[in-house]
């Protein structure tokens, strides 16, 4: 039998925070892994993913040279431990239910070598329809659905509640604790105000929580927003502006009177922060320090894994580099993020995915900041060169290493210390 199209989030019926409790005292949902397969998965783990190479160069102080070529890793990069949870729950899950279907509502993390092993492990990906919408018609009652590290939205967990599947939840508890915080919106009347992209999968599950929200990408529009809070504007020119990233309905002149602050987990925290300072000042300036409490919300939900790999980012980049390279799915937000800072510092920097990126002839194939993936030649300096290297905290060592070997051999043969 084919299944529809679950409702979309904002007509959902259910109560969020009643389902998630339902959820978690049913007996066919599943959040913390499977314990009798952990230390079976760990060695798996620790083969497919770990790089001996890599820690060594951490155990040098992050810094590895062969020849004139010096690399520096990040103090922190690669997968966080939100991550490193998720693919573990995915291996138990198989280990789990060897003989039934697995299915992933999306990429379980934005990294592509993880996703072809779980592919080759029988799991598979949710497809889109012809609407651009998930497809989850061939998903059925007895397969065993695994929710991603970024979750599930409210109308995709009642769906697959309603049909029966067994669900591995591997949502990150950080992307949980800003549910938690848009629940706290809902219940008081606020609209979440959601810092994020509004077509990533954890802000499209995040405003799925909220009664009302508004998801802002940058602080120059939540200055825009800000600005239309103290002054007032044109309501249908700010719905237009705001189309795709407002819940439906939406009135700026009613639902900006009463705001809560959220974030998606993987932005640059700097600018997040700013913006919860913005819009505390402009309600501030609007209602007075009396009444601050009854129209605005605002706790710290910043996934620290991020910030540690902006912070070592930072770090890495004060000191001189030739060159840059950043390492993470072409679709991963916080490995985009790592190249923005490096881009902002002046620094060449270059987004790959993987080590086939690294190409023979000195020819790199990239993703420029918001623009096509694109092949460029003679980005290796001649003569002795200082590569920073980082990873988004969906990326492997394993890559990080083939990326560095891939790197050495473009000037010479490696003879690698492995
Ligand atoms: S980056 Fe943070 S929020 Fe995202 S999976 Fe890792 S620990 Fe969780």
């Given amino acids: 039998m084919a299944h529809s199209q679950p409702s979309s989030p904002e007509i959902s019926p259910q109560d969020p925070r009643a389902l998630r409790k339902a959820l978690r005292g049913s007996a066919t949902y599943f959040a913390k892994g499977f314990e009798e397969h952990k230390d079976q998965v760990q060695s798996d783990l620790q083969t497919t993913y770990k790089s001996p190479l890599v820690e060594q160069i951490r155990a040098q102080s992050y810094r590895y040279q062969q020849g004139e070529i010096t690399i520096r890793l990040a103090k922190a990069f690669g997968f966080c431990w939100g991550v490193e949870r998720a693919v573990e729950y995915a291996y138990e899950a198989r280990r789990r239910f060897p003989d039934r279907q697995l299915w992933i509502t999306n990429e379980i993390i934005h990294n592509p070598l993880v996703n072809q092993h779980l592919e080759a492990m029988g799991i598979r990906f949710v497809g889109k329809g012809p609407d651009g919408k998930k497809d989850f018609s061939q998903i059925q009652p007895q397969d065993v659905v695994l929710w991603p590290a ?108 009463r705001i809560g602050i959220a974030n998606q987990t993987t932005m640059l925290e700097g600018e997040t922060r700013a913006i919860a300072k913005l819009f505390e000042t402009t309600m501030l300036r609007k209602y007075g320090p009396q009444q601050l409490d009854d129209h605005f919300m605002s706790f710290n939900t910043i996934c620290n894994a991020t910030q540690e790999r902006q912070d070592a980012m930072f770090e890495l980049i004060e000191d001189p580099l030739d060159v840059m390279v950043v390492i993470g799915g072409f679709n991963s937000s916080n490995t985009t993020h790592l190249q923005e800072i490096a881009l902002e510092k002046g620094l060449p920097s270059f987004h790959i995915d993987g080590p086939d990126c690294i190409q023979p002839g000195n020819r790199i194939r990239h993703k420029p900041l918001h623009q096509d993936i694109t092949v460029t030649e003679g980005w290796l300096p001649n003569g002795p060169v200082q590569i920073g290297i980082t990873s988004g905290a969906s990326t492997p060592d394993r890559v990080v290493e083939e990326v560095i070997r891939r790197i050495f051999a473009l000037r010479e043969p490696s003879e690698l210390p492995f």
Wanted: proline share 3%; with cysteine.
């Fill in 150 to 257: 970024f979750g599930a939205s409210v109308s995709e967990m009642e769906f697959f509640r309603s049909q029966g599947n067994e669900i591995v939840d591997t949502t990150c508890p950080w992307v949980s604790r800003v549910w938690n915080q848009v629940d706290k919106h809902r219940a008081a009347q606020f609209t979440s105000v959601i810092h994020g992209k509004y077509n990533h999968e954890e802000t499209l599950a995040t405003s799925s929580f909220a009664q009302k929200y508004l998801v802002v990408l940058n602080l120059e529009e939540a200055e825009w927003v800000a600005r239309y809070i103290l002054e007032g504007g044109d309501a249908a020119d700010f719905q237009q502006r705001f189309s795709k990233a407002t819940s439906p309905g939406f009135d700026p002149d009613q639902d900006l009177e």
